[in-house]
T-cell receptor, first 110, second 113 residues
Framework: SQQGEEDPQALSIQEGENATMNCSYK?????LQWYRQNSGRGLVHLIL?????REKHSGRLRVTLDTSKKSSSLLITASRAADTASYFC??????????FGSGTKLNVKP | DAGVIQSPRHEVTEMGQEVTLRCKPI?????LFWYRQTMMRGLELLIY????????DSGMPEDRFSAKMPNASFSTLKIQPSEPRDSAVYFC???????????FGQGTRLTVV
């Protein structure tokens, strides 16, 4: 399977703290993406990092990529209760199929 | 654009009945994906289409599952006959060549009793 693995599976933090989620994947990639899924909703694209990039920022999001270790991390700084959701890493292969990780369920307590 | 539209949002059916899930992709997108999400298996790719043609259906669990895309703006996923283990949330997503991301619908929560 080309699906990635994410850890932790679940993360519970207080509002204002930082949340870090990790993703490992198995194949070579052109880019890696992170998605967010609110309860009962579809996945929404958050940020993409290309294989030749090591770090990328978007607002309170910071993504890193280590292609030698086939891993990525998503950091959400100064978390808010509204950040409570599941977060998935994903990549698109050369056949244009999307593969998603197992997801990290984040709970931010107010 | 209204995004990817799926219907119904919720479906409760009895075992043995036929179930049809519907999807309207974003206009101009030439890739359409059907996913199934469960707690046990996560997000599984069932089948995907390119320009209305099925490209890979290796994720379709059984012959009870079938999918069609008669035109660029409509796709169906059918389960016949349905079984309780088919209970899951089914997502449709669309994209286009050159795009890195997939755009998801809100999903159909299927419960088979």
């Amino acid at each position: 399977s080309q699906q990635g693995e994410e850890d932790p599976q679940a993360l519970s933090i207080q509002e204002g703290e930082n949340a870090t989620m990790n993703c490992s994947y198995k194949t070579s990639i052109n880019n890696l993406q992170w998605y967010r899924q609110n309860s009962g909703r579809g996945l929404v694209h958050l940020i993409l990092i290309r294989s030749n990039e090591r770090e990328k920022h978007s607002g309170r999001l910071r993504v890193t990529l280590d292609t030698s270790k086939k891993s990525s991390s998503l950091l959400i700084t100064a978390s808010r209760a509204a950040d409570t959701a599941s977060y998935f890493c994903a990549h698109r292969d050369n056949f244009n199929k999307f593969y998603f990780g197992s997801g990290t369920k984040l709970n931010v307590k107010p | 654009d209204a995004g990817v539209i799926q219907s119904p949002r919720h479906e409760v059916t009895e075992m043995g009945q036929e179930v049809t899930l519907r999807c309207k992709p974003i206009s101009g997108h030439d890739y359409l994906f059907w996913y199934r999400q469960t707690m046990m298996r996560g997000l599984e790719l069932l089948i995907y289409f390119n320009n209305n043609v099925p490209i890979d259906d290796s994720g379709m669990p059984e012959d009870r599952f079938s999918a069609k895309m008669p035109n660029a703006s409509f796709s169906t996923l059918k389960i016949q006959p349905s079984e309780p283990r088919d209970s899951a949330v089914y997502f449709c997503a669309s994209s286009f060549l050159g795009a890195a991301e997939a755009f998801f619908g809100q999903g159909t929560r299927l419960t088979v009793v």
